[in-house]
């Protein structure tokens, strides 16, 4: 219990550092703030130039019969360039809340970038990203790897809120010493509810070379309490055995722009 402690203190302390410094700074951009998470889907849009994003989370997860807790899931995104920026995925703390010797500790870090690529024609907006996982963390939860990654995101609104994206991604993850090359394919529908609130509902589905398929139904919602800070809840079922039975996530997602 004292480890699920130290997770909540490090995301509450997350929470309380966004509100203290985002109250003394003024933002010149007034876009809405534009997230990659909860739903496996990233996000085709990339942050403003010199603005400083920073995406959180919590996850209890069902699989095998243990229990896990994992988090922050921090994704920090600095942009630096109108169409262009950059990536750093802190490590998630992997508890094991259950009795079993599955290992427990912080998992891998990354570090790339995103290339906003769109909007094309059709009104479609696509990006590509590009970054690596580094062997950061815990013996037992790490790689041991260098483990690159591409992810493809697109999206199109339509009419009355609506909105349809998808990503294509391609992992070359080290399992046991071997390369495992992953294909994942998403699909999701969004419904703006009204201008803070956002629902939406997910398929995703990974296929790698040495593992049987995972597939997941993913539903959630966001709602923006202003237009830097969001906050997220949400749901997935697992549509194979060997994705999670099911979950339960929350997260809090904060923007930083330059003072005027």
């Known amino acids: ?21 985002s109250s003394v700074a003024r933002a010149q951009d007034t876009t809405p703030i534009v997230t990659d998470r909860p739903d496996v889907t ?11 994003q920073t995406e959180n989370g919590l996850t209890w997860a069902l699989q095998d019969g243990q229990q896990t807790v994992s988090g922050t899931e921090s994704l920090l ?35 790339g970038f995103k290339q906003q690529l769109g909007p094309l024609p059709g009104k479609i907006e696509l990006s590509v ?14 790689t041991h790897g260098v483990d690159p990654f591409l992810k493809l995101p697109w999206s199109r609104d339509l009419h009355s809120g609506w909105s349809v994206g ?25 419904k703006e509810v009204s201008e803070p609130w956002t629902v939406f509902v997910e398929y995703a589905g990974d296929y790698s070379h040495l ?28 549509l194979t055995t060997s994705a999670p039975h099911h979950f339960v996530a929350l997260g809090y997602s904060f923007r930083l722009d330059p003072g005027t």
């Open 166 to 190: 998808g990503m294509q991604s391609f992992f070359w993850t080290t399992e046991n010493e071997r390369r495992n090359p992953t294909w994942e394919s998403t699909f999701y529908v969004e």
């Open 211 to 238: 593992n049987s398929a995972r597939q997941l139904m993913h539903v959630g919602t966001m709602y923006r309490v202003s237009r830097r800070h969001q906050f997220d809840v949400h749901v997935g079922y697992g």
């Open 129 to 142: 990203i590009v970054a690596s996982s580094f062997p950061t963390g815990t013996s037992g939860v790490t």
């Open 77 to 111: 995104r600095l942009g630096v360039g109108p169409r262009f920026e950059l990536r750093f995925g802190l490590p998630d703390y992997f508890l094991n809340v259950s009795p079993g010797s599955r290992p427990r500790g912080f998992n891998d870090s990354s570090l």
């Open 1 to 21: 219990m004292c480890q699920i402690g130290r997770i909540l203190r490090a995301a509450l302390g997350t929470v309380s550092l966004a509100l203290t410094v």
């Open 42 to 52: 990233e996000s085709a849009i990339v942050v403003p130039q010199w603005s400083i």
